[in-house]
């Protein structure tokens, strides 16, 4: 099955990349390549790109993608590793620094398209939410985790303040049988909150959100990936981010707000002693949303936000 994504916030995120044709990028969630894509067009044959992503069918997509054309194939790599990891597949490579870096976070098109994939609650399927296709899933949480954890995890990640009721749910039904798909789990969770707020759209969309996130350990992989693609920029180089809910812009605000920091002396202070200078800028004071056009185009990119910090 191809890899079908459309990609959200294209022209924003290419154009703040300031792309150098002779230069070295990497796209560490590169999907269905589309934003891959858009970066190799604007390379010359002395230029390079990194296409990352932990997904098999994002990386056959990939590959059938940039090596049936001779200009792609001598500038692409693709190479399938979390981008959190891409410091040390940069290395692999020979590459010690890099002139940007682009990241799309979170769930693509195809992974919620692809009902086996166990990542939407409007089909029925295994309930899955590996990314990687590999490792602990969905089902095994729902079934082994105790409500207080399963509480923790929906409250956290999902935002969902009916985390309690929903997680003491899931507990009761496993007690009869297995939770093994996503319509089942999305049953529970409708039966678990009051009728006013499953009027207000799918009861289900948080805590399959917080589910998500805590198999792939999202959260913790933005992170660690934001420091391994500061650490490649070279000076001018900037990192470009794109993301789609609250808990994964803030992670990336702060990350930025840090790097862009100088001085941390009291106030009173009447010389610096700290001696801690910005190690970046950003490209825009406020994140780029999608425009109406966009919007009209692919809703789902209505909540997405572009961030982007340029290495001092």
């Known amino acids: 099955m191809q890899f079908i994504h459309k990609s959200?916030?294209?022209?924003?995120?290419?154009?703040?990349?300031d792309i150098n044709p002779n230069g070295i990028y990497i796209d560490g969630t590169a999907g269905g390549g589309g934003h891959s894509l858009a970066i190799v067009e604007k390379l010359s044959e002395n230029g390079r790109l990194i296409a990352i992503d932990q997904d098999p069918d994002a990386i056959k997509t990939l590959k059938e993608k940039f090596t049936s054309n001779e200009k792609y194939k001598k500038v692409v790599t693709?190479?399938?590793?979390?981008?959190?990891?891409?410091?040390?597949?940069?290395?692999s490579l020979g590459i010690n620094c890099v002139d940007g870096v682009l990241l799309d976070i979170g769930v693509s098109s195809h992974q919620l398209d692809t009902a086996e994939r166990g990542f939407s609650f409007h089909n029925d399927a295994p309930l899955d939410m590996r990314m990687s296709q590999?490792?602990?899933?969905?089902?095994d949480l729902v079934n082994n985790l105790s409500w207080q954890s399963l509480a923790e995890i929906i409250s956290t990640y999902g935002e969902e303040k009916?985390?309690?009721?929903?997680?003491?749910a899931i507990v009761r039904e496993r007690e009869f049988q297995p939770i093994k798909t996503t319509l089942q789990l999305a049953e529970i969770i409708k039966s678990s909150v009051p009728a006013s707020v499953r009027r207000e759209g799918h009861p289900a969309r948080k805590t399959f959100q917080a589910l998500r996130i805590a198999v792939n350990g999202e959260l913790d992989r933005l992170?660690?990936?934001?420091?391994?693609?500061?650490?490649?920029?070279?000076?001018?180089?900037?990192?470009?981010?794109?993301t789609f809910h609250s808990l994964e812009d803030r992670i990336v605000k702060?990350?930025?707000?840090?790097?862009?920091?100088?001085c941390i002396c009291p106030p009173d202070c009447p010389i610096c002693?700290?001696?801690?200078?910005?190690?970046?800028?950003?490209?825009?004071?406020?994140?780029?949303?999608?425009?109406?056009?966009e919007l009209c185009d692919n809703p789902r990119s209505r909540s997405a936000k572009l961030r982007v910090c340029i290495k001092l």
């Not at 294209?10 to 990349?17: G, H, R, V």
């Not at 009916?162 to 003491?168: P, S, V, W």
């Not at 000076?235 to 470009?240: D, F, H, K, Q, Y």
């Not at 702060?254 to 100088?262: H, I, N, P, S």
């Open 134 to 139: 590999e490792g602990e899933s969905a089902e």
């Open 273 to 293: 002693v700290c001696g801690r200078t910005p190690e970046a800028k950003l490209l825009f004071k406020k994140p780029i949303e999608a425009s109406e056009e």
């Open 8 to 17: 959200v916030l294209l022209k924003e995120a290419i154009q703040s990349l």
């Open 254 to 262: 702060r990350k930025m707000a840090e790097l862009c920091k100088g």
């Open 78 to 91: 693709v190479y399938r590793s979390n981008f959190a990891q891409m410091d040390k597949v940069a290395e």
């Open 223 to 242: 992170k660690e990936g934001l420091s391994s693609a500061f650490s490649l920029l070279k000076p001018n180089g900037r990192l470009a981010v794109i």
């Open 162 to 168: 009916f985390a309690k009721n929903i997680a003491k």
